[in-house]
């Protein structure tokens, strides 16, 4: 029981790894592909990820406007070569 517990963990952290690294067209084509085989309820979620496919970094990297401000009073360490 714990082996099939760990291979689907593993199995879902290799299926996000490959959806990270995976090009934009590629997830496009897969996304438009599994809209038709999947219920209703499912159908809504896919086509707002097919629309959000071509919007760079906007769910995973968090470096957009809507970050706040950094701190005035923290100053970055710089760190000169001799």
Not at 5 to 22: D, E, P, R, S, T
Not at 40 to 55: F, I, K, T, W
Request: charged share 20%; glycine share 6%; aromatic share 8%.
């Amino acid at each position: 029981m714990l082996n099939v517990i760990a291979y689907v963990i593993v199995g879902i952290a290799l299926f996000y790894a490959a959806w990270l690294f995976m090009p934009a067209a590629a997830r496009h084509w897969l996304i438009a592909w599994l809209v038709h085989g999947v219920p209703v309820s499912l159908r809504a979620r896919l086509e707002r990820l097919q629309n959000d496919v071509g919007a760079p970094g906007c769910s995973s990297c968090k470096g957009c406007e809507t970050e706040s401000k950094p701190d005035p009073m923290v100053k970055p360490v710089r760190l000169h070569r001799r």
